[in-house]
């Protein structure tokens, strides 16, 4: 008999989860006015909201953290940052910061101007927002086979060349501060992006002299497709690959809460020293001082044993095989996803499953809502309310897709938990005939709303 697939860790500390009844649900997602951002975790059995910060660290992680040094300037944390990111990403600089969105902000303090524009596949919405706080624009020039759940293509990540090409062409060099690709890409649904099509980026980006960031909170996830699904990396390991990868990228900006498997941080690297010193000093008012820019020494050392064991081949199988594994029971049920299933996250194509939802009453919110009160599921909208109004219209954005993400945080469940979510989606799904109404807005923030808004049941 052929030996089935297990886990590659046995767990050695756990955490209680909360059970509630239908009622219980029913009246917290009302005060919470709808919002699964306001519940409290205690009201949360299976908690999918993000895989970012959730993860679990492992023996050697915690055992780093005890030996945390939190010397104010010139820790060792900091050095065991530093060589993580030299020998795994090739970087000679970088700069410590708290989080993914802190590495945005000091970098974009530097590189983007009002009225210049930044090219990539989808940008993730608080780069979206850094890019948009200062007037700038983003331009998603995703593939359009990303745009239709039902086409499995191995690359949903990856950047049409030709409007990228266009966008090079049409706007002045001086208005493109850079090219913004994010591995694997969120937003389409945690979608890789090819070693080929980030040659080919790279290519033109030298073409137009324009340098290149990389978003890489998922790069880990995005080498372990490029090694499964591309011609020529089947022989190599991940770390070879994200070198590989890393050769083609200007500069990083990094949330560390997802591959490196750390529960706070993230960083910007370099390689032109110049741009270093010039963020530097934004890093310094922002974020705390060079050596350690917002963290404490002992997440710094989890951070740095967190990217050598983020990128071993058998970490990423356990973990991607498990996302797999629910696009698996989807399909038995029939319900409809982003196919293939991504790197860190299952994404439910609401308007196919629940077809009766206007889409100004937010489908993928409703369906939110209902896998809550089914059985305390908590997933996030990835629809018009993350979309946000037009910074000059005003009006509502409607995204081609309309998705309730359900992120898998990493080493945290098993796949009872897993059987559980694919069971509650099919009784939703089950009854969506009788699901017809959503919800209108009733308070909402003028950036980033989907945090604090809050809704009323139509
Ligand atoms: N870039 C990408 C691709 C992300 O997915 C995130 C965060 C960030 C940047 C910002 O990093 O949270 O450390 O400030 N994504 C989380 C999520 C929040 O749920 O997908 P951060």
């Not at 983003?138 to 266009?166: M, R, S, W, Y």
């Not at 080498?223 to 500069?251: C, L, N, T």
């Not at 995204?399 to 694919?422: C, G, M, Q, S, W």
């Amino acid at each position: 008999m052929e030996i089935p697939f297990a886990e590659s860790f046995k767990i050695k500390m756990i955490e209680p989860l909360h059970r509630s009844t239908r009622e219980e649900r029913e009246s917290w997602i009302k005060e919470s006015k709808y919002n699964l951002f306001n519940l409290r975790s205690d009201q949360v059995f299976i908690d999918l909201l993000t895989d970012s910060g959730t993860g679990a660290m492992s023996d050697r992680q915690w055992a780093a953290m005890m030996l945390g040094d939190e010397s104010y300037a010139g820790s060792s944390s900091y050095f065991n940052m530093k060589k993580a990111i030299h020998d795994i990403l090739g970087f000679d600089y970088f700069l410590p910061t708290h989080q993914g969105r802190a590495a945005e902000n000091v970098l974009f303090s530097v590189l983007v101007k009002s009225g210049d524009v930044v090219p990539g596949n989808s940008h993730f919405d608080t780069t979206k927002g850094h890019i948009e706080f200062r007037h700038a624009t983003a331009i998603d020039c995703t593939i359009n086979e990303a745009n239709d759940t039902q086409i499995e293509h191995p690359f949903k990540g990856n950047v049409d060349i030709d409007k990228l090409e266009t966008v090079l062409k049409t706007h002045p060099k001086e208005k493109i501060p850079f090219i913004c690709l994010t591995v694997t890409c969120n937003t389409s649904g945690g979608q890789p992006v090819s070693m080929q099509n980030i040659k080919e980026i790279h290519a033109l980006a030298k073409k137009y002299d324009i340098p290149i960031l990389f978003d890489s909170a998922r790069f880990a996830e995005n080498a372990y497709f490029i090694k499964k699904r591309e011609k020529g990396y089947e022989e190599k390991s991940i770390k070879e690959i994200v070198r590989e990868m890393f050769q083609y990228a200007d500069m990083m900006t990094m949330s560390s809460k997802k591959d490196a498997i750390v529960n706070i941080g993230g960083f910007i690297a370099f390689r032109d020293e110049k741009l270093f010193r010039e963020a530097t000093t934004f890093n310094i008012m922002f974020e705390g001082y060079i050596t350690y820019g917002g963290l404490s020494g002992r997440d710094m050392n989890a951070l740095a044993v967190g990217l050598d064991e983020g990128t071993e081949f058998d970490y990423l199988d356990t973990r991607i095989r498990q996302v797999a594994y629910l696009g698996a029971k989807l399909d038995e049920y029939g319900i409809v996803y982003q196919r293939p299933t991504g790197g860190h996250a299952v994404f439910i194509d609401a308007l196919k499953t629940l077809p009766n939802v206007p889409r100004e009453e937010f489908p993928a919110q409703t369906l939110g809502v209902e896998l809550y009160l089914e059985s305390g599921i908590r997933g996030v909208e990835i629809g018009a309310i993350l979309a946000d109004r037009d910074p000059v219209t005003r009006e509502n954005r409607y995204p081609k897709l309309e998705l309730l993400r359900l992120a898998i945080p990493r080493r945290a469940y098993t796949n009872n938990h897993i059987d559980v979510i694919a069971a509650s989606l099919k009784n939703v799904y089950d009854r969506r005939n009788s699901i017809c109404r959503g919800f209108k807005i009733v308070r909402e923030a003028p950036i980033m709303r989907h945090f604090t808004i809050e809704l009323e049941r139509l």
